[in-house]
């Protein structure tokens, strides 16, 4: 079976957010309706979900979600895993059979310190040496694939439609602050596993629809920075590049916004502020190789809020609304009404326009 | 009047449905079904609740009254009828629609009237009541598309690069619009009585639809786009 990298593959595909601003959890209900109305975006090759706030009782480990292909490779990866991290806690995560979802590989978590000596011989801060860890066991670990390596948060993915994905891995059972969640349509080839979104590095997590058309471009400006693109679909780019940008370089997620969505050159000249047109200028100028072309609207996740983008064109659609403390983000408006019919102050970003929803400070 | 409950239904068995009931009905419950009314003729259809993708497509005569928003491409390629939306309206609305008229009380998103066209008695037309995202009117090679910028007070009434690639068709934008940046193959000017005359009888129909009065939304100046000629890319490549 051929997958993405060695058959490219297009994607249609649904996306969808929620958040509570006053960080109150809520289960995995909510955002599972929300893809209901959205079926059709999908077929059946790849669905995810990414909740924060679902392990409190572990919240100061990194919780390391894994795919292996078998047995072996699991043992073989448990012994790298304790050369490197403290390990509090290893167990499968729960799944439920469902004739929906079939060829389950070996779906397992950890929760891990990094130990302190590994730290100080390699020189590195806590997430530097996670995120390395991440790349080398995708890139070097043959069938391991981490899939979630935050604190306190965790991505949930298969090949399958985003409703049963949600049934198979129980997740009316895990309350969240903040639910991410993806429906895929890859047209050209067999999903897999690990293509399915949210892509996700330490608590960031992307969920994307569309295509992005500068990803060779992007891939090899942030392979030079110790990224390795491994899972080759062009979504995986994104969260790397958000990574680069927020926590490597200290951006803010606005000026993050001002580089992977630069405003043509005709509206930086047009902004009426000096300082404004001069730092576009900047942003656009430095990380040029960062610049994502082609349609896309992503939601990315964090810990403590969530960002929708669309590209500059806006070539695909993407929906706001809200209802008490609840923040809504869909590629369709029937989606946030599946989660709440009542929602209010429904509207549509323009292209380029970052909408940043921050939990109230200490909420979470 | 005949009231389907289409609640959690799909795409095809709603349309099966109402391709059944003979005469006007009512959709209750709507939430995202695409496609609805495809094709459909002489008749009207109510929806209450989220119409999805591609409503009234390929339209031939139904009309079709939406009381809350709508999604994207609505209308796309309709030939006749009517689509009103009490509400919004998303990105790529009329998408290359050959006739009939699309009303919008409220916003629309990206892409509003995306290559219309016409031909001889076939002229579509547009109202939209609020303000259009941008790249309204992209390669408008026909038709009639109205901007009244009604729900927005000393803001644009359309967003960047509106009639990017516009040859041929005709656009009406309430105010003067002197904060839009048109592309160099077109030609805004002020409307003239000549021009308002045409306009009128566009809007009566609207006004009375929405409630509004039809001399106060004319008290204004407004601004008429056309294209400078028919052919306005015939050179961009090769002199021929």
Same mark, same amino acid.
């Given at each position: ?40 975006? $999908?077929?059946?090759?790849? +669905?995810? !979900?990414?909740?924060? &706030?679902?392990?409190? %009782?572990?919240?100061? *480990? #990194?919780? /390391? ?83 979630? $390596?935050?604190?306190?948060? +965790?991505? !949930?993915?298969?090949? &399958?439609?985003?409703? %049963?994905?949600?049934? *198979? #891995?129980? /997740? ?193 | ?240």
């Amino acid at each position: 079976m051929k997958i993405e990298g060695q058959i490219r593959i297009p994607s249609g595909c649904a996306i969808a957010a929620v958040i509570s601003k006053d960080g109150k959890r809520f289960s995995g209900e909510m955002i599972t309706n929300a893809m209901k109305p959205m079926h059709d975006r $999908s077929n059946g090759l790849g +669905g995810g !979900f990414a909740s924060y &706030g679902i392990y409190p %009782d572990y919240q100061e *480990f #990194y919780a /390391l979600h894994l795919f292996f292909d078998e047995r072996a490779t699991r043992k073989n990866c448990e012994v790298f895993l304790k050369e490197r991290f403290e390990i509090v806690k290893s167990e499968i995560i729960p799944t439920r059979k469902i004739p929906a979802i079939t060829d389950e590989p070996i779906i397992w978590r950890y929760f891990v310190a990094p130990l302190k000596s590994m730290l100080a011989s390699m020189q590195l801060d806590e997430k530097e040496f996670v995120a390395q860890t991440v790349m080398k066991i995708n890139t070097e670990m043959k069938g391991a694939y981490v899939f979630s $390596s935050g604190k306190n948060m +965790g991505t !949930f993915k298969a090949v &399958g439609f985003p409703e %049963d994905v949600s049934r *198979f #891995y129980q /997740l009316e059972e895990y309350e969240g602050y903040s639910w991410t969640a993806h429906g895929r349509y890859p047209t050209n080839t067999p999903g897999w596993w690990g293509g399915a979104h949210p892509f996700t590095l330490l608590d960031y997590s992307i969920v994307h629809n569309g295509e992005i058309s500068s990803y060779d471009a992007n891939r090899r400006f942030i392979e030079m920075f110790g990224y390795k693109c491994s899972l080759q679909t062009d979504t995986e780019v994104v969260t790397y590049i958000l990574d680069y940008l927020i926590r490597v370089q200290g951006l803010t997620l606005q000026e993050a916004a001002s580089v992977i969505a630069a405003p043509f050159w005709s509206t930086i000249e047009g902004k009426t502020s000096a300082e404004e047109r001069q730092k576009l200028l900047y942003l656009r100028t430095i990380f040029s190789s960062l610049l994502i072309t082609g349609p896309f609207s992503i939601i990315l996740g964090f810990e403590d809020g969530l960002m929708a983008l669309n590209d500059r064109l806006k070539l695909r659609s993407m929906v706001i609304g809200e209802k008490d403390d609840k923040v809504f983000i869909a590629s369709e408006e029937a989606a946030i009404r599946a989660m709440a019919p009542d929602a209010e102050n429904i509207w549509a970003p323009a292209g380029g326009e970052a909408v940043i929803i921050s939990i109230k400070d200490g909420a979470y | 009047m005949k009231s389907i409950k289409v609640t959690h239904m799909n795409h095809q068995t709603l349309n099966d449905q109402l391709r059944q009931v003979e005469g006007d009905c009512i959709l209750e419950g709507c939430c995202g079904q695409r496609f609805i009314a495809a094709g459909m003729s002489e008749r009207a259809i109510t929806i209450n609740g989220i119409p999805g993708n591609a409503l009234g497509a390929y339209l031939n005569g139904a009309v079709i009254t939406v009381n809350a928003n709508a999604q994207d491409a609505v209308g796309d390629t309709m030939n006749e009828g009517k689509i009103i939306v009490h509400g919004n309206i998303g990105d790529a609305a009329g998408y290359a629609m050959r006739g009939g008229k699309i009303y919008i009380k409220g916003n629309a998103g990206y892409r509003a009237g995306i290559h219309m066209k016409a031909y001889k008695e076939k002229i579509p037309l547009m109202i939209i009541g609020g303000s259009a995202g941008s790249f309204l009117g992209e390669y408008q090679a026909g038709g009639i598309i109205i901007v009244l910028g009604l729900l927005t007070q000393n803001k644009r009434i359309v967003g960047n690069f509106p009639c990017t690639g516009m040859h041929g068709g005709k656009m009406f934008l309430r105010g003067e619009c002197l904060d839009i940046n048109f592309p160099r193959q077109v030609t805004a000017k002020l409307a003239d009585d000549n021009d308002r005359d045409e306009l009128k009888t566009y809007l009566d129909e609207y006004c009375l639809l929405f409630g509004y009065d039809l001399e106060e939304i004319l008290n204004a100046p407004f601004t008429v786009v056309i294209p400078d000629s028919k052919n306005p890319y015939q050179q961009m490549y090769v002199a021929n």
